[in-house]
Structures are given as structure tokens and as C-alpha cells.
């Protein structure tokens, strides 16, 4: 047993942190460190200077244009991009429809969709959830009908994170339904510009617009963009959930995140000294900084068994990565105390000189807070990721 | 990097296995629970037979030179049959004498089996903190002189030779100032109350009235201590940590066949998601607590290459207050989902609970690591720290 990295892995990194130095824009660090609202410009930009490097993807495989990284270096990278504060790497094109496209698409898809994917030509969102179809997913109704070489799609998703910039959408929509909920579901692509699709926005608790109802109204889609069969979606759903395994513990970023809240405990002050040596606040700083000292033992473990198929030790990843994160997040609100009150959406949009608040610091992180509430939510709710635990791994 | 195990270690691991199953049944450790000595001589032979008495002690003294990675390999599969002998008291000891550097022909006999250790470091006052000594020791006539009460020696009674924390200058909780013994049992002014725990294990209280000891009883250096009781209690808290991990595993997997087998309501009990949802729990607890438990043991080691106490410090914290928290956790759940028959003498559950507690009230509970774990440079420290 050997927990050091190797030569090999500190060269990685070292390669890694000076591209971060040299590459990583000066307003996106500062945007990113100050936790001020990201715009599509800021994601497609810092995406397109990773692309350049050949690092945009690194989960891909060779032959489709990823850098060819072993599952340790990719958890260096992720961890060298949280320290140094960069955007992230949207989800829904790269790591979640490439895959399924790679593994089931057909050569047509493959050509066109995936170079685009890298070079972020299309802005991906995904089509899951539904009004009636949440932690039941497959009980989804949105319907596509047959009709000559197209598809005839009529129905309404939900939480669509971040549609209003999509030019694409992959879906879950019932093509059978005369048959088991789980067996009559296709996995389609869809072009949000085609005529017959709506995004409407669902304004959240932190009053940011960054998930959307889309609604499809007899919307044409070529059977050309059916991947895989007709009624096997469920298959690539699952496929699509069980592929990104270790990245959904954010790991890197809640490392910077505690390296913040220990900053911001060191300045704030209580009793006259700083909070971070107040014993009560000291205490559940250590507890939450010895938890994820666990996780990321854990996430290295399962990355030492890369090798075999993904399987639901994911699950308890995303339980506990998510637990972490939104206590993370409270503590943050509990360090600022009342100073988080205030609500300064100008801050947030990066207008400082309009702002009424002095302490820039403290304006995001009651928002954050609250939006945090949805990490045990999405991605499978956390009560389902226990169901899958005690079903898959315990045999229950 | 690399999370195996070595052959040799998952050989040793079988080996231990095969015995507790053929040999260290539930019912033989019953028995051997309730005898008089409240330990199995022909079990400590086999113990020594396996090498195991000999593993973490220096070659030069008959050892294999193992460490806290081949002694976490081990501590696990005790922790997993229940095993009640002396093993953990006496690795301890061996630990003192090892750093202490002197003593060598206590640690040849170690090795073979022949000798058993206890270290008698708590009192009455000093809840967890072992630089709370109040037990003293005066150099006079060629030796040493000491008075005083150690509190919850484990196996003390079971010992030839106990390791005595005293304090030869000082005030009461002063780091500096602390004098190590190494004592014969049997020495004169030296009296053992033997006890139960309800663990199955044995603790003793020990009194030193007037007991007299030779200058050569001093391990390391007189009144220079600390650095030595520091390091092998955490040494003793890592070993803790894999043996509650084993005991976790065990009982984790006794409550998930209980919930696979037991009926109610017509099926299996394991089908309500309630249950389900705490098992699952369990789980998350049982896995978190092995990443810290081997990083712990990893840290152990990795000190003992390159001598820097300062991540083993901060790694020993952690892991035991995770593991504290996850036994208490996997315990008390596993006691409520096994019902009725949890809270019984008759199911090795209830014993694995039981031992898990005993775990977490050994050399610091939760709150001590935890005030450890703070105390630690890396915890205020600057950013790059965190």
C-alpha cells in the first residue's frame, strides 16, 4: 500500500498548474474566486482554451480526441482546476451525451456531434425530468410518434439546467407506450432551435435564472437523431448515470472551498479573536475538513479499481460529496454571520461600483447556500442514491 | 499509488481467519470470557506461532520489522473475530520499549511469546489526556521510587512487565517532566486489582506504593517522556482504529444477513425502506471510516521511514475520531435493526457493540482527537494547509 503520487503524478501536475497559470484568464479567476454569476461567454471561453490544450475532455478516449489520462492524473487535474479557481467544464455535452453517443450513436452522430462537443459549437442541456417524472424517472410522458423519416415530439421537461443557451437537447421521450414504463423509452437528440420548442425560465431560491421548463410542441425530429434503438433508451440512461463515477464528489472544489471558510474564520472576528479559534465553530470546521479527508481517501479507492466497470459505489460518493458541499456552504453563511444578510445582486453581476455593501466577501454566500440545497436533490436524489445502495451493493 | 495489500499481508489475514473460525468460535471466546484469567493461554501460543507477537518488533530482536500496515492487516481480523487476548496491550508495550531503544532483551522475549506487556498511562483525573500525570517518581539509592494510581490498565493483570507513566519534575499537566518505566509486575510495591470490562476484556487498576525499580527501568530518557507516549499512543489509536474496523465489517455484516433473513409482515425485513435507508447509511459510515483507518496506518508507517510525527499526528486524529463516530453510529443502529435480539447476550451483535464502545473510550474519545486534530498546524495554518 502506497499513497504517495508518483514522480510521474507530481510531472502531471506541475505540467498542469503552469498551463493553469499561463492559460487561465485573469476576469475568469476573479469572477470564479469572488463567486460572481458565470455567463455563456465565460463557460464557451475557458471550454475553448482547454480545447485548444487537448484537455477539455479528459474521460474521452484517445480516438475520440481525449488526452489519454489515467484516472489518478484526471483527479489531479480536476483538483489543479479547483485550487486555481477556473470555470467548470459544463456536464451535459461532454460527460454526459458524448459517452452514450460514443458507446451507442452511429458513425453519423459520432462524426458530426463530437468534434462540436469539444469545440463547444453546441451548447448541450439535458432532458430528463419532467413534472410527473422525478426520482420516478421512467414514468416520463413526453411522447414521440413515428411519422416518415421524423419524429413527432410533444410533451414538457423540467429542470433543464441552463436550456436558454442550448442549441441542443438530449431526451428521454416515450415511443412506446403500450409496453413496461421502463421498456418504451428512446434516447433522442434534439435541436432547441427547432420550430415547436419553448424554454421558459424557473427563477430559484437564490433568484437566479439557471434551470428552465422546455416545453415541445409537435416538434420534427429526424429519426436521424435516434441514438442507438427505438425503446432501449433506459439502457443508455443508466449507462449515462453510472459513467461519471468519482468526478461527482467534487473533491477539488470542496478542498478550496474549506481552504475559503478557513480564511474567512481567520478574519471574522468573535470575542475578540479570530472565529476559526472559537472552540465550537473550530470544532465543526474539523469536522466537516476530517470528513472530506475521508472522501477523498474514498474517491481514491475507487479509482484505484478504475479498471472495472462503473458501478454504484458512485452513490456513496454523491451522498457524501453533497453533504459535504452544503455544509460547507452553511458554515460559510454561519462565518459571515449577519454580514450575509444583505442581498446584492449587483455584486453578484460583477458591478461593484453600484453596489451599497463594503464587505464584498460576504453578498454570495447566503445565495449559495440556499441554491446549494440542490446538490442532494439533482442527479438522483439522495434518498434514491441510498436506494441503490441498499439494493445494488447491499442486496437488499 | 497503491491501495493492495501485499501477499504476505492477505496471507496472514487468511491465516488469522482460518483460525478464529476453527478455533476462536463464539462460543470458545465465551468461555475463555468467563474462565478466571479471562484469557486463553493456548490462544496466545498460536498467536506467537503465527509470528504475530514477533511481527512489528525490530529483526534485531527476533521481530519481522512489520509495520502499521502489516499490524492494520492483523488488528482488522482480531477486530473481526473478537479476539480478547492481550495482543493490542503487549503491541503497545513493545512500542514503548522499541522507541525507548534499551530494554532489548524484554523485546527478544516479546517476540517469542513469552512475555506479555501492559501500559499503565491513565489516571484517575486524566480522563484522555496522557500528559496529565500525577503519579510520582523519585531517583534515590541507585533507582527510582514510585507513588501512585493508574486507573484502567488494560491487562494489566495479564502483564510480566508493565509500562508506567510518572512524573519526576513538573507540574501535574506539564509535557515536560514525564518519566517512562518499564516494571516488572511482580515487582515490590506493585499491586494489580484485576477487572472485566464488559467487553470481554480485561482492565486492571494498578497501585504503586513505594515501588522500586532500578535506574535501567527507565525507557528513553528520565523526564523527557512525552515524545515517546505521544507517538506510541497514537501508534495504539491507529492499531484501535483497524481493530474497530473489523469489528464494524463483522457486525455490518451480521445486521445486513439479520435483515436478509428475519420476517415480519410477511417478508424480509431488509425490503422496508426505512431500513434499507439506514443500512445504507451504515455503509457510507463504514466506508469513510476504512479510508481514514488505512490512511492512518499509512501515516504510521510513513512516519516511521521518515521520522516526521507531523502528518501522522494530524492523519491518528482524524481516524479516530471518524472511526469514533462511525462505531458508534454502525453500533447503536446495528442494535436497533437486529430489535429485540440486539439488545440480547446471545448474539455476537450485542458484543461487537459492546467492543466498539470500549474502542472508542481507549487512549481519546472523539472529543480529544477532534481538540487534537484543531491543535494541529495544517488545521489553522494557511491556506495551502487546508
Redesign the interface.
Known amino acids: 500500500m502506497d499513497l504517495t503520487y508518483t514522480g510521474d503524478d507530481l510531472a502531471f501536475r506541475d505540467q498542469v498548474r503552469a498551463f493553469l497559470e499561463a492559460e487561465l484568464p485573469a476576469d475568469l479567476r476573479h469572477k470564479v474566486e469572488n463567486r460572481l454569476r458565470l455567463h455563456k461567454d465565460d463557460y464557451v471561453r475557458w471550454h475553448r482554451i482547454l480545447a485548444r490544450q487537448g484537455w477539455v475532455a479528459p474521460g474521452w478516449p484517445r480516438e475520440f480526441g481525449g488526452p489519454g489520462w489515467t484516472p489518478v492524473q484526471r483527479h489531479i487535474f480536476d483538483e489543479e482546476c479547483a485550487r486555481a479557481g477556473t470555470p467548470p467544464v459544463l456536464p451535459f455535452g461532454v460527460n454526459m451525451v458524448a459517452p452514450v453517443i460514443m458507446a451507442f450513436g452511429s458513425q453519423a452522430q459520432k462524426d458530426h456531434y463530437l468534434p462540436r462537443i469539444l469545440s463547444c459549437e453546441d451548447w448541450w442541456c439535458q432532458g430528463y425530468s419532467e413534472p410527473g417524472a422525478g426520482s420516478d424517472l421512467a414514468s416520463l410522458k413526453t411522447t414521440a410518434v413515428r411519422d416518415g423519416d421524423h419524429y413527432i415530439v410533444n410533451g414538457q421537461k423540467t429542470w433543464t439546467t441552463l436550456a436558454q443557451h442550448a442549441d441542443m437537447i438530449f431526451c428521454l421521450v416515450r415511443t412506446d407506450p403500450g409496453v413496461r414504463k421502463q421498456e418504451g423509452i428512446s434516447f433522442l437528440l434534439i435541436d432547441m432551435h427547432a420550430p415547436g420548442v419553448t424554454v421558459r425560465p424557473i427563477v430559484m431560491l437564490d433568484e437566479d435564472h439557471e434551470v428552465n421548463e422546455v416545453f415541445f410542441d409537435n416538434v420534427r425530429v429526424p429519426v436521424s437523431n435516434l441514438v442507438g434503438q427505438e425503446n432501449k433508451g433506459w439502457t443508455y440512461a443508466k449507462y449515462l448515470l453510472g459513467h461519471e463515477r468519482t468526478g461527482i464528489a467534487a473533491v477539488g472544489r470542496s478542498k478550496r472551498e474549506l481552504a475559503r471558510l478557513k480564511t474567512l474564520a481567520r478574519r471574522e472576528q468573535k470575542d475578540g479573536r479570530p472565529l476559526l479559534q472559537d472552540p465550537l465553530f473550530a470544532a465543526k470546521v474539523a469536522d466537516l475538513e476530517i470528513e472530506l479527508m475521508a472522501l477523498e481517501m474514498t474517491v481514491l479507492r475507487v479509482l484505484a479499481e478504475a479498471h472495472k466497470a462503473p458501478g454504484p459505489e458512485a452513490s456513496v460518493l454523491k451522498v457524501r460529496g453533497t453533504e459535504i458541499q452544503q455544509r460547507l456552504s452553511e458554515l460559510m453563511v454561519e462565518a459571515a454571520g449577519p454580514l450575509a444578510l444583505p442581498f446584492d445582486p449587483a455584486y453578484l453581476e460583477g458591478e461593484r461600483e453600484h453596489s451599497a455593501i463594503d464587505d464584498d466577501f460576504a453578498a454570495p454566500l447566503l445565495p449559495h447556500y440556499f441554491n446549494y440545497r440542490k446538490t442532494s436533490i439533482y442527479g438522483g436524489s439522495n434518498e434514491i442514491q441510498r436506494n441503490i445502495i441498499s439494493q445494488m451493493i447491499l442486496g437488499l | ?6 501477499e504476505e499481508q492477505l496471507q496472514l489475514a487468511d491465516a488469522l481467519k482460518r483460525w478464529v473460525a476453527r478455533d476462536y468460535t463464539f462460543e470458545a471466546r465465551r468461555t475463555i470470557v468467563g474462565s478466571a484469567g479471562g484469557t486463553s493461554d493456548a490462544a496466545w501460543s498460536t498467536l506467537a506461532e503465527l509470528g504475530l507477537t514477533a511481527l512489528p518488533l525490530p529483526a534485531a530482536h527476533g521481530g519481522f520489522d512489520g509495520d502499521a ?1 502489516d499490524m492494520f492487516v492483523v488488528m482488522q481480523e482480531l477486530g473481526r473475530g473478537l479476539v480478547v487476548e492481550p495482543y493490542f496491550a503487549t503491541m503497545l508495550g513493545a512500542e514503548f520499549l522499541r522507541r525507548g531503544g534499551a530494554h532489548g532483551a524484554l523485546l527478544d522475549r516479546v517476540a517469542g511469546g513469552e512475555l506479555k506487556l501492559a501500559c499503565a498511562l491513565g489516571e484517575r483525573q486524566s480522563r484522555h489526556d496522557l500528559r496529565d500525570v500525577a503519579t510520582r517518581a523519585v531517583q534515590e539509592d541507585g533507582g527510582w521510587r514510585l507513588n501512585g494510581e493508574k486507573k484502567v490498565v488494560l491487562h494489566g493483570a495479564q502483564a510480566g512487565v508493565l509500562i508506567v507513566s510518572a512524573r519526576s519534575s513538573g507540574a501535574q499537566r506539564d509535557q515536560d517532566g514525564i518519566t517512562l518505566f518499564a516494571i516488572p509486575a511482580d515487582a515490590p510495591g506493585v499491586v494489580t486489582r484485576d477487572v472485566r470490562m464488559l467487553d470481554g476484556q480485561r482492565a486492571a487498576d494498578v497501585l504503586l506504593r513505594d515501588a522500586r525499580v532500578g535506574l535501567d527501568a527507565v525507557v528513553g530518557t528520565a523526564g523527557a517522556g512525552w515524545d515517546i507516549l505521544e507517538a506510541a499512543a497514537d501508534y495504539g489509536a491507529g492499531l484501535l482504529c483497524a481493530e474497530a474496523l473489523g469489528a464494524m465489517d463483522a457486525l455490518f455484516a451480521a445486521t ?1 444477513d439479520y ?2 433473513t428475519r420476517q415480519q409482515f410477511g417478508v424480509p425485513i ?2 422496508f ?1 426505512a ?3 439506514r ?3 451504515m ?2 459510515h463504514l ?6 483507518a ?2 492512518a ?2 501515516r504510521l508507517a510513513g512516519e516511521a521511514r521518515d521520522g516526521n510525527p507531523e502528518e501522522r499526528r494530524r492523519a491518528v486524529a ?1 481516524a479516530k ?2 472511526v469514533g463516530q462511525a462505531a458508534r453510529f454502525v453500533g447503536q443502529q446495528a442494535i436497533q435493526l437486529h430489535g429485540g435480539m440486539g439488545v440480547t447476550d446471545e448474539l455476537p451483535a450485542s458484543h461487537y457493540f459492546k467492543r466498539l464502545s470500549t474502542i472508542e473510550l481507549t487512549l481519546g474519545d472523539c472529543d480529544h482527537h ?2 487534537r ?2 491543535a494541529q498546524p495544517g ?2 495554518g494557511d ?1 495551502e494547509a ?1
Open positions: 499509488m497503491d491501495f493492495n495489500f501485499k500496515v445486513l435483515l436478509k431488509g425490503k425502506q431500513l434499507q435507508h443500512m445504507a447509511d455503509y457510507v466506508e469513510q471510516a476504512r479510508s481514514m488505512l490512511l496506518a499509512v482524524a475520531y471518524r477532534l481538540a486534530f484543531i488545521f489553522y491556506e487546508a
